[in-house]
C-alpha cells in the first residue's frame, strides 16, 4: 500500500484562501512529516504549469497520486463545465506521473455558507443523467489521459449514505468508474467501510483515509447542521481518537492483492497555520504501524 497526504490536511478547500496555508508551506512540511505522495487538491492550489510542478515536486522529493474534478453532471448541460476541469487537471496529473482523477459530487448546500443550493434528493432521472454521466466521464478520461477514475461519495452530497454509495456502483460501469473509498464520508453518515470492502472489492479503486468524532457526527445529524459547520466543531478528528478503525481496514483492502493509495485526508478548514504538521506526523507514525512496516 501507497500512502500519502493532500492539501484538504492542510485546511485547503479552494484555490486560493486567505484563512489557508500558502502551497510552498504545504509541500515543505508534507514532506517534513514523513510523506513521499499527494493529490493536487483544488485546481490553482499548486502550479498548473506542469514543468513549474514539477520542479516543485522534484525539490521536495514528492510525487503524484491523483488529481480532483468536482461533478455536478446530474444537472442538464453540465458536461461542458466538468470537462473543462477535465482538461487541465486529467493533462497536468498525467504530465506529473499521477494515475487517478479523484471525483467529488458538488454539494446540494453551499461550500462556505452551509445554506441549500438545490434539493438534498435527486430525481430518478437525475440519477440516470448522473451515473450515465459518470460512465462517459471515466470512459473519455481513460482514452484521452490514460487515468482511473475514482468517485468520492461525500457529506452533503447526493451520494452520501451508504445506501447511496451501493445504488451508484451497481448503476455504473467498473470498466470506466470505481470508488474512493472515504472512510471518514463513510463513517459521517453510519456506513460500514469493511462491508463495502468485503461486497465489493473489485470497485474499490482507492482509499481516503480519515476518522470521524461519533459525537461530534451524531449531534451534526440530530441538528441538520451543514458539512463546513461540522468540520468547524472539529467532527474531524486525527487517527486513533475516531471512527472507523483504520488497522483492520488497512488489512482487509491489503488483502485485494493489487496495488492501492491510500491518501490522509483530515478535513480541517479552517485551521491555524501550525496545527496541520504535528498532526501530519503523528498519523504518518500510525498508519506505519498498523501496516507493520508496509508503508511506502
Given at each position: 500500500m501507497t500512502i500519502g497526504s493532500a492539501p484538504d490536511s492542510w485546511g485547503v478547500w479552494f484555490a486560493d484562501d486567505p484563512e489557508q496555508v500558502d502551497p510552498g508551506r504545504f509541500l515543505d512540511e508534507v514532506a517534513a512529516a514523513g510523506y513521499t505522495w499527494i493529490e493536487l487538491g483544488p485546481v490553482g492550489y499548486l502550479?498548473?504549469?506542469?514543468?513549474?510542478l514539477q520542479d516543485q515536486l522534484d525539490?521536495?522529493?514528492?510525487?503524484?497520486?491523483a488529481g480532483t474534478v468536482f461533478e455536478h453532471l446530474h444537472q442538464p448541460d453540465s458536461w461542458d463545465d466538468v470537462w473543462s476541469q477535465v482538461s487541465t487537471v486529467g493533462a497536468l496529473t498525467r504530465a506529473v506521473g499521477g494515475e487517478h482523477i479523484v471525483v467529488i459530487p458538488d454539494v446540494w448546500r453551499d461550500h462556505k455558507t452551509g445554506e441549500p443550493k438545490e434539493p438534498r434528493e435527486l430525481t430518478a432521472e437525475q440519477w440516470?443523467?448522473?451515473?450515465?454521466?459518470?460512465?462517459e466521464l471515466g470512459r473519455r478520461i481513460l482514452d484521452e489521459y490514460g487515468l482511473k477514475v475514482q468517485f468520492h461519495s461525500h457529506a452533503d452530497s447526493h451520494v452520501g449514505y451508504q445506501t447511496d454509495i451501493e445504488r451508484f456502483l451497481e448503476a455504473t460501469d467498473p470498466a470506466y468508474v470505481n470508488l474512493c473509498?472515504?472512510?471518514?464520508?463513510?463513517?459521517y453518515y453510519g456506513g460500514d467501510n469493511l462491508d463495502l470492502i468485503t461486497r465489493y472489492p473489485e470497485r474499490i479503486?482507492?482509499?481516503?483515509?480519515?476518522?470521524?468524532d461519533p459525537a461530534i457526527r451524531d449531534k451534526v445529524l440530530a441538528e441538520d447542521l451543514s458539512f463546513p459547520e461540522a468540520v468547524r466543531?472539529?467532527?474531524?478528528?486525527e487517527p486513533p481518537s475516531g471512527v472507523p478503525d483504520l488497522a483492520p481496514i488497512l488489512?482487509?483492502?491489503?488483502d485485494f492483492g493489487r496495488p492501492i493509495y491510500g491518501i490522509v485526508e483530515q478535513d480541517m478548514y479552517p485551521c491555524p497555520p501550525e496545527v496541520p504538521l504535528p498532526i501530519a506526523r503523528r498519523t504518518f507514525t500510525y498508519l506505519n504501524s498498523c501496516l507493520e512496516g508496509r508503508l511506502q
Open positions: 502550479p498548473t504549469d506542469a514543468n513549474a525539490a521536495h522529493r514528492l510525487k503524484v497520486s440516470r443523467r448522473m451515473t450515465s454521466g459518470m460512465n473509498l472515504d472512510t471518514g464520508h463513510v463513517a479503486g482507492y482509499l481516503h483515509l480519515k476518522q470521524v466543531l472539529g467532527v474531524m478528528v488489512d482487509a483492502v491489503g
